[in-house]
């Protein structure tokens, strides 16, 4: 199993960035999917996941509006946008894979799987 995260990088506040995430070895069908990030010395926070059932994504508070999940099952693909970036969106993004659920505070019951994640810088 692998989860290749990419696309981010250094933006303005204000700015931009859209993440993938290829999965390979995992049918997305099958699973729950989302995103969580990370700071060095800090707790992993959830930031969104997808819901397979409902064909939508859930989203913790602090991104609610500004982020927006999607996937593309042809692709194998999971996409992040992330909009109107700020200094506290600065992060290691990870995407991940769970075999319990996505809860409707954007968080994985659990991370089965996860990759290298990809890192985001909010800086003017």
């Known amino acids: 199993v692998q989860l290749q995260a990419s696309g981010g990088g250094l933006v303005q506040p204000g700015g931009s960035l859209r993440l993938s995430c290829v999965v390979s070895g995992l049918t997305l069908n099958y699973v729950a999917i989302g995103w969580f990030r990370q700071v060095p010395g800090k707790e992993r926070e959830g930031v969104s996941c997808f819901v397979n059932t409902e064909g939508r994504g859930y989203y913790a508070d602090s991104v609610k509006g500004r982020f927006t999940i999607s996937r593309d099952n042809a692709k194998d693909t999971v996409y992040l946008q992330l909009n109107d970036l700020k200094s506290e969106d600065t992060a290691r993004y990870f995407c991940?894979?769970?075999?319990?659920?996505?809860?409707?505070?954007?968080?994985?019951?659990?991370?089965?799987?996860w990759g290298e994640g990809t890192e985001v810088t909010v800086s003017s």
């Open positions: 991940a894979a769970s075999q319990g659920f996505c809860l409707s505070t954007g968080t994985l019951t659990s991370h089965d799987y």
